[in-house]
């Protein structure tokens, strides 16, 4: 509901992606403000998966490399866990 709530879902489905992270702005390359955004939303919904899995499973989460990923590998973790 939270990520739903902030329109952030998209992290985790893949259909926000990141931006580049530099830009081109009077022939310079400079830091791209939209990624710095996406970077700090996909910060944020990591920390909030990793608050709501075990500790045991803590570590894959805050290994990966964005929080598609991390949803991925939890995804996996947990089917396996069923099978």
Do not use: C
């Amino acid at each position: 509901m939270l990520l739903n709530g902030h329109q952030l879902i998209g992290h985790l489905d893949g259909s926000i992606s990141a931006p580049p992270t530099a830009i081109t702005q009077n022939r310079k390359a400079i830091p791209n403000p939209k990624y710095q955004i996406w970077f700090s939303q996909d910060q944020f919904i990591q920390q909030a998966m990793m608050a709501a899995v075990d500790i045991t499973v803590a570590p894959t989460v805050a290994t990966s490399a964005t929080a598609q990923k991390a949803w991925e590998l939890l995804h996996t973790f947990y089917a396996n866990m069923t099978e």
